[in-house]
C-alpha cells in the first residue's frame, strides 16, 4: 500500500522556521508531481508548492520567496523549507504525489504560527 508520511509540523512564533518532510513507502517521487497544500480551518485546500518530475517549482503568491520545495531522490524525500512564517500559515499541511493515473495524499501536518 502506498504511504506518503509528512513530519515536521509544529507550534512556532511568528517569524520562525519549520521544514516539513514527505516520505514514501511503495512509491517512487521521481515519477511524480510532488505538491504541498495545505488547509486551514473553514477554507478550501489550497496549493503551497509543487515540483514538476524535471524540478520546475512553483509557488503560491503568498509563500514565494519564504517557501522552498525540494526532493531527495536517493531519500525518496520531499521537503517544504517555511521561514518567516505568519500566523496566517496555520493550517494542516499535506503531501501530494500526482502523474497521470495516479494522485495519493498524506494524512497531513499540523503548522501553527503563533503572533
Known amino acids: 500500500q502506498v504511504q506518503l508520511v509528512e513530519s515536521g509540523g509544529g507550534l512556532v512564533q511568528a517569524g520562525g522556521s519549520l521544514r516539513l518532510s514527505c516520505a514514501g513507502s511503495?512509491?517512487?517521487?521521481?515519477?511524480?508531481?510532488m505538491g504541498w497544500y495545505r488547509q486551514a480551518p473553514g477554507k478550501q485546500r489550497e496549493l503551497v508548492a509543487a515540483?514538476?518530475?524535471?524540478?520546475?517549482?512553483n509557488y503560491a503568491d503568498s509563500v514565494q520567496g519564504r517557501f522552498t520545495i525540494s526532493r531527495d531522490r536517493a531519500k525518496n524525500t520531499v521537503y517544504l523549507q517555511m521561514n518567516s512564517l505568519k500566523p496566517e500559515d496555520t493550517a494542516v499541511y499535506f503531501c501530494?504525489?500526482?502523474?497521470?493515473?495516479?494522485?495519493?495524499w498524506g494524512q497531513g501536518t499540523q503548522v501553527t504560527v503563533s503572533s
Open positions: 501530494n504525489a500526482r502523474n497521470a493515473v495516479y494522485d495519493y
Open positions: 515540483v514538476s518530475t524535471g524540478g520546475i517549482t
Open positions: 511503495r512509491i517512487i517521487f521521481s515519477i511524480f508531481t
